[in-house]
């Protein structure tokens, strides 16, 4: 056995300077050299440290390679092996929501709990020459002030109400976090913000057809930039960028064969409960006791789910336990948990909304935001007599909100805030349900986000007590795991 490193992401600063330093002027610094040569793995007997030189030396005949395999003969997946880090800044918490629903890429954000803001904001091109802009300009200066005044006050208050937690720098750093988070509610959506993403060129070819279809300009004009910085580096495996019809008609389709009908499907049911359960797998707890069987057993599955019938409660409770026993809160549960799902319904704060669409391995459909379902206004607001002008606030967003939506529907909600809501259904399986409860409902977590999960746990184990016996956040775990196997 061998294990050779082929190569891993480094600062693109460093690779120009060593670049530079060396005198290098060959047009093989570029991921599309590891692509080739892994595509030629399949049927080429050399070493791959061998490939990989190949393709170094010969790097025109690499990218003939990769646009032969990867285009000509569809093996797509050769160009995962190139993976890309980007900075991007100088963005909209609005744009952020559109480019964060990509799966197989990773985000880390400037984040609203622990950096106060300084004032930053997007205005969308679309309204830049139109009566609206300094309307816009307005609302977030006010928006902005209502911030930094908030956040003073709601220092202030917790540094009063919890004066043991001040004793420490961390812990003085803890409770000011808590007065950003609160403050922030009433930030606009157009605040700038900033970014890490690692993204292989596979989903970023993906990602920059979707973005030429975006009713945002600010998202087309991230894909234009993003191509003009991969391109030249990678022009064989970031090919094909253009949006296609499926991307560009499909929307309009479906709202106009849905207009149709519109009377017919929407009723007068209009319910703003927070959180609803509104499916689960049929007998999830025996379908988890038939996978488990299943996992270590020689038999079809049909036989499986027979023989977990045919358990008593105490026994399957029992082989549930089992595929827990001696887990941490940090290890995943048995895949054989992927078989249970629950599909939930949400209506959450942006503020919300900001940390749930991170759990980008459930399914997430999303509506957009909704002036009609109120706002969340944080209970330390409420507190310190603030409700006022968080009210006033909301009123002042919204109002532009129905204004702009008149001549330019698709910028609307750079109005609104971290307060507004939106529905969300969301489909986890119960081995990621158990991560998301892990991480959402711990004593770390922020509580809007807390809330949602707690109400989420409570639902799943109603609907399957066995297979969520052990759902809890990390600060809960060691109780848990503790009241269930002392039984």
């Given at each position: 056995m061998k294990v050779v490193l082929a190569g891993y992401n480094i600062d693109a600063d460093i690779i120009e300077e060593l670049k530079k330093k060396a005198g290098w002027d060959l047009d093989n610094v570029t991921p599309e050299t590891l692509s080739a040569s892994y595509a030629r793995i399949s049927r080429d007997p050399n070493d791959i440290s061998e490939l990989r030189k190949i393709a170094r030396d010969a790097t025109e005949k690499a990218r003939k390679s990769n646009e032969l395999i990867i285009f000509g003969l569809g093996h797509a997946s050769v160009a995962e092996h190139a993976v890309f880090n980007f900075d991007i800044t100088g963005i909209s918490r609005l744009a952020v929501e559109e480019i964060q629903k990509f799966r197989l890429a990773s985000f880390t954000e400037k984040s609203q709990r622990y950096i106060r803001l300084d004032g930053d904001f997007v205005i969308p091109d679309e309204i830049t020459d139109s009566e609206y802009i300094s309307m816009m300009e307005s609302l977030i200066e006010t928006q902005n002030d209502a911030y930094r005044l908030l956040y003073e006050t709601l220092a202030d208050h917790f540094f009063r109400k919890f004066p043991s937690r001040i004793t420490t720098k961390q812990g003085k750093t803890t409770v000011e976090g808590w007065a950003k988070e609160d403050a922030r509610y009433v930030v606009s959506l157009a605040t700038v913000t900033q970014f890490g993403m690692t993204v292989n060129a596979r989903t970023l070819e993906h990602m920059l057809r979707r973005f030429k279809s975006s009713e945002l300009t600010e998202i087309?004009?991230?894909?234009?930039?993003?191509?003009?910085?991969?391109?030249?580096?990678?022009?064989?495996?970031?090919?094909?960028?253009?949006?296609?019809?499926?991307?560009?008609?499909?929307?309009?389709?479906?709202?106009?064969?849905?207009?149709?009908?519109?009377?017919?499907?929407?009723?007068?049911?209009?319910?703003?409960?927070?959180?609803?359960?509104?499916?689960?797998?049929?007998?999830?707890?025996?379908?988890?006791?038939?996978?488990?069987?299943?996992?270590?057993?020689?038999?079809?599955?049909?036989?499986?789910?027979?023989?977990?019938?045919?358990?008593?409660?105490?026994?399957?409770?029992?082989?549930?336990?089992?595929?827990?026993?001696?887990?941490?809160?940090?290890?995943?549960?048995?895949?054989?948990?992927?078989?249970?799902?629950?599909?939930?319904?949400?209506?959450?704060?942006?503020?919300?909304?900001?940390?749930?669409?991170?759990?980008?391995?459930?399914?997430?459909?999303?509506?957009?935001?909704?002036?009609?379902?109120?706002?969340?206004?944080?209970?330390?607001?409420?507190?310190?007599?603030?409700?006022?002008?968080?009210?006033?606030?909301?009123?002042?967003?919204?109002?532009?909100?129905?204004?702009?939506?008149?001549?330019?529907?698709?910028?609307?909600?750079?109005?609104?805030?971290?307060?507004?809501?939106?529905?969300?259904?969301?489909?986890?399986?119960a081995r990621e349900l158990y991560h998301f409860i892990s991480l959402r409902d711990d004593e770390h977590a922020q509580w809007d986000i807390r809330e949602t999960a707690r109400e989420m746990k409570v639902l799943a184990e109603k609907a399957a007590p066995l297979t969520s016996m052990m759902l809890s956040g990390k600060s809960d775990f060691n109780e848990c795991r503790k009241k269930i196997f002392s039984e």
């Open positions: 087309r004009k991230l894909g234009e930039l993003l191509y003009k910085t991969v391109h030249p580096l990678s022009p064989s495996i970031i090919k094909y960028t253009e949006a296609t019809p499926y991307d560009t008609e499909r929307e309009k389709m479906i709202r106009e064969t849905l207009s149709k009908y519109e009377k017919k499907l929407l009723s007068s049911n209009y319910d703003q409960i927070p959180v609803k359960l509104h499916h689960v797998t049929k007998n999830p707890d025996t379908v988890l006791c038939a996978s488990l069987i299943y996992n270590y057993s020689g038999s079809d599955f049909s036989s499986c789910y027979e023989s977990a019938k045919s358990l008593t409660a105490n026994q399957k409770k029992d082989l549930i336990k089992a595929s827990l026993c001696s887990r941490d809160c940090y290890d995943k549960v048995e895949r054989a948990f992927e078989t249970v799902e629950f599909v939930f319904e949400l209506i959450v704060s942006a503020t919300n909304y900001a940390q749930l669409k991170r759990h980008r391995m459930s399914s997430q459909l999303m509506q957009d935001y909704d002036t009609e379902l109120g706002y969340t206004i944080p209970s330390s607001i409420i507190e310190t007599g603030q409700t006022r002008l968080f009210s006033e606030i909301m009123k002042r967003s919204e109002d532009l909100y129905y204004l702009v939506e008149k001549n330019y529907p698709s910028v609307k909600n750079y109005a609104l805030t971290n307060a507004h809501r939106r529905r969300v259904l969301m489909k986890l399986n």
